[in-house]
């Protein structure tokens, strides 16, 4: 037990040393409202590592987002807090929904220092240096863990019913705390549907006595995982709907929804209490400076001797991996921090930063004569020579820390980006509400219908990633295959096809496909807006 204490004392030693802060760089979608949803071209990606104006001098110590999530938290070395991006369920703690192109500080943390933050698909958790730990966002499934669902939208911060918090982190629609408490080391809170709270049940019920629609009862309360009461878990990351999480005595632990093996039990079995991956056991344990990282469908962990090993759905082709496996590309590197997106990774490795995965809008960072994706891990050239302090990955966006110190003049060769005014932000989501309610009363042409549809569609599922978001396909990373399937036009008049049909005016040549819009708008099927799955009218 002596070595599992002095491992759990040199991981805190660790954590102590990181308060060092540098300069943020942010590479990926500024377009928060767009990304990951089938609205169009996105305009203003910065495809290369850049500077916020905001944030250019303040020295930055930690970063975070998530897998799913469109926004970002970044907290300076004085324990600021500062967010950004999208705050359609107030995810960004202002008091309000007001998108934020630029960061902000959270006033109503102000009080606080904040040490720790994590990021889900529309809730922010954050960890004060005295740990106590404040939440704010979307509250529908009981992720804020404040112990109440009656608000579903807390759009200020309010207080996680968790004590002596050291740490967190935030999937899709649920939340882990890391304790001091003993016995107590790890509690989560949230939507329960895959197991990914580790208690054991799903908390399935049907909805009413007749009905055979099932719901899955929301827990606002954090709870501490009892399976795990002996052990002292001391790192943890959250996918979408999984959870990695790692002891003391260096063994790791996967649960939650097991699709494409991301929980590393060669198998794709929902795991509903947390199971111990066999490959990191005897000669293979977890040292004390182990990095881990769960994406969308995939986990990662530095083991023995700082081998990389992956899991899950590494691409977009191929086989997926059942177990872990060693990514060969990086062995040798000594790699401090790592990040998961929804299908892309970042790590901070020597004196380079390196990338790699399936990219949209320039998260990878390899600039304008890069290339957009890449299968293998490559260096972020523009970077090469800095040292890396941290990373964060989210939907369609990469941050990344660099030190300042003995790097000349190559940061002030980087671009600065300047985002929009908040005034403009809360013009723009005026602007938005109204062709929201525009679209709701029945719109006249094809484009505000198709609004109408994914902004109706994502308000239950809490801001979709696709057109659903509660779909099992979207919420454990189908959503690329998915957008994929719908976006070529073909010949039966099926998925987006129709769209550039019906704007040919051909669209009722045989019958097939959406009809034009403006000339029909009195048929039934205009009217209903709705098509079925794969963009097939639905008969009157």
């Keep these: ?3 599992a204490v002095s491992a759990e004392k040199k ?5 102590k040393k990181e308060v060092k802060g540098g300069e943020m760089l942010f590479c990926g979608s500024t377009c928060w409202d767009m990304v990951g949803r089938k609205k169009g071209a996105s305009e203003g990606n910065l495809i290369s590592p850049t500077r916020l104006r905001p944030l250019v001098g303040i020295d930055i110590c930690f970063v975070a987002s998530g897998c799913n999530s469109c926004h970002c938290v970044a907290l300076d070395v004085g324990g600021r807090c500062y967010t950004w991006g999208r705050n359609e369920k107030g995810q960004l703690g202002h008091g309000d929904k007001i998108q934020r192109d630029r960061p902000t500080v959270v006033s109503e943390l102000s009080k606080y ?8 698909r529309s809730h922010t958790v954050v960890v004060t240096e005295d740990g106590q730990s404040l939440a ?4 529908k499934h009981g992720q804020l863990g404040s112990g109440s669902v009656k608000n579903e939208i807390e759009s200020s911060p309010v207080r996680c019913l968790a004590s002596e918090v050291k740490n967190t982190a935030c999937g899709s629609d649920f939340t882990v705390w890391l304790s001091s408490v003993e016995g107590s080391s790890i509690l989560t809170a949230g939507l329960p549907q895959y197991g990914q709270l580790g208690h ?3 908390n399935e019920y049907n909805m009413k006595d007749s009905s055979v629609r099932l719901v899955y009862e929301a827990q606002p309360r954090p709870k501490a995982i009892g399976s795990l009461a002996g052990e002292t878990i001391v790192k943890v990351a959250c996918g979408t709907n999984h959870t990695v999480a790692v002891d003391a005595n260096g063994y790791v632990y996967t649960w939650g929804f097991g699709g494409y093996g991301r929980l590393g039990h060669r198998e794709q079995k929902d795991e509903w209490v947390p199971r111990r991956v066999d490959v990191f056991q005897r000669q293979n344990i977890l040292p004390p400076d182990a990095v881990i990282s769960a994406g969308a469908g995939n986990s990662a962990c530095t083991a023995g001797g700082g081998q990389l090993y992956m899991w899950g759905k590494i691409k977009n082709t191929g086989d997926d991996w059942m177990y872990p496996k060693p990514l060969m590309d990086l062995s040798g590197w000594n790699l401090r921090c790592m990040d998961s997106g929804n299908m892309h990774h970042f790590v901070g490795a020597d004196i380079s930063c390196i990338s790699w995965g399936h990219a949209q809008y320039g998260e990878l960072g390899y600039g304008p004569e890069g290339q957009k994706s890449s299968a293998v891990p490559k260096k972020v050239d523009i970077l090469e020579g800095l040292h890396v302090l941290g990373v964060a990955c989210g939907m369609g966006h990469s941050m990344i820390i660099v030190d300042r110190t003995d790097v000349g003049d190559q940061l002030d060769q980087l671009d600065v980006y300047d985002g929009k005014a908040s005034a403009e932000g809360n013009e723009a989501a005026e602007a938005k509400e109204s062709i929201k309610k525009g679209a709701a009363k029945g719109s006249e042409n094809s484009k505000k219908r198709k609004v109408s549809k994914s902004s109706s569609e994502s308000e239950d599922d809490g801001d979709s990633d696709e057109d659903s978001g509660s779909s099992e396909e979207e919420a454990n990373g189908k959503a ?12 039966r008049g099926r ?6 049909s019906a704007s040919d005016g051909k669209g009722a040549a045989r019958g097939r496909g959406r009809p034009p819009s403006t000339k029909n708008s009195k048929s039934p099927q205009s009217s209903g807006g709705k098509t079925g799955k794969r963009g097939r009218p639905r008969k009157a």
Excluded at 11 to 15: A, C, P, R
Excluded at 136 to 139: A, L, R, S, V
Excluded at 480 to 486: A, C, F, Q, T, V
Excluded at 495 to 500: D, E, H, P, T
């Design 1 to 3: 037990m002596s070595s």
């Design 11 to 15: 991981s805190e030693e660790n954590e």
């Design 113 to 120: 220092k904040i040490v720790r933050a994590g990021a889900g």
């Design 136 to 139: 704010f966002g979307w509250n």
């Design 200 to 202: 054991g049940t799903d």
């Design 480 to 491: 690329e295959m998915k957008s994929k399937r719908g976006g070529k036009a073909s010949g």
């Design 495 to 500: 998925g987006k096809g129709a769209k550039s």
